[in-house]
């Protein structure tokens, strides 16, 4: 199948020149959201050429600063090493009030606000951007990242037929020669989107990308539904190993629904590849 969109980079100029970019050319504007890290607000960021560009900037608690671990800076170095039209791209640092990620603006919002907002969405066009997450999954496997919190909430929607990943605050990198990375310590994590080995053993790999995958996938043809409505993650993990799967989403083909019981495979050499999806 053809790729689905031929996006240009805007900000190549701007990326080529410095990582650091100065205040002075950052405009900022009404908050978009807000989270633990600080908040996320829209922007407009001025090119070398006195274009004004459309930005999303997330803004660092001052208080964390000086902290290595921020989630806000370890996201920056992942998106430094990223550049595919179906992932959001980074454009640099700002030091301002605070320390301020600046991004590609996708100003339609996460995909399942945007399907709860558009239900008479024909199902082919929300196939069409699931096949674009697929393909930015893809160049992530590529690359040996683990995403690890792919949800429709991390899906940006740029319009109607365009869609790019987002949030590479919990994406790590897997050693050389391994094929999964191991978390030291479990923290906050997106229990109804993780595979099974992500919990009971803290291992990630692109096949647990893919079973996130295909939870996402289900969300986007539910038109935004939450997975498993009010359930547990205890609940739900029961609800797994008794071989339990999300239902199929109404006037859903079978073949896609079988695409999100391949990507729900208890065993990870089960689930196929983004490559294969």
Same mark, same amino acid.
């Given at each position: 199948m053809k790729k689905s969109s031929g996006?240009?980079?805007?900000f190549k100029a701007v990326q080529s020149q410095t990582f650091e970019l100065k205040m002075e050319n950052l405009s900022l504007g009404k908050e978009l959201g807000h989270g633990n890290f600080g908040?996320?607000?829209?922007g407009t960021y001025k090119m070398p050429n006195g274009e004004r560009i459309p930005v999303a900037v997330k803004s660092l608690k001052s208080d964390d600063i000086n902290n290595p671990k921020s989630e806000i800076l370890h996201e920056a170095r992942v998106m430094m090493e990223l550049d595919h039209p179906y992932i959001v791209r980074?454009? %640099?640092m700002c030091q301002g009030p605070s320390m301020m990620l600046v991004m590609e603006l996708a100003g339609e919002g996460p995909l399942n606000k945007y399907l709860k907002k558009n239900k008479g969405m024909p199902l082919l066009n929300i196939l069409v951007l699931m096949l674009q997450v697929a393909? %930015?999954?893809q160049y992530l496997e590529s690359l040996q990242f683990v995403h690890r919190d792919l949800a429709a909430r991390n899906v940006l929607v740029v319009n109607d037929s365009f869609v790019k990943i987002s949030d590479f605050g919990m994406s790590r990198a897997m050693g050389a020669g391994s094929d999964y990375y191991k978390a030291g310590t479990a923290g906050r994590?997106?229990?109804?989107w993780y595979a099974p080995e992500c919990i009971y053993f803290r291992k990630f790999s692109s096949k647990s990308d893919v079973w996130s995958y295909g939870i996402t996938l289900w969300e986007a043809t539910s038109y935004g539904a939450r997975p498993y409505q009010s359930l547990s993650g205890q609940a739900i993990l029961e609800k797994i190993e008794s071989g339990y799967r999300l239902p199929a989403p109404a006037k859903l083909p079978s073949c896609v629904y079988q695409l999100m019981k391949d990507c729900w495979q208890w065993e990870q050499d089960d689930r196929p590849?983004?490559?294969q999806i």
């Open positions: 996006y240009h980079n805007q908040s996320v607000l829209k980074i454009i %640099g393909e %930015g999954m994590w997106p229990l109804k590849s983004f490559m």
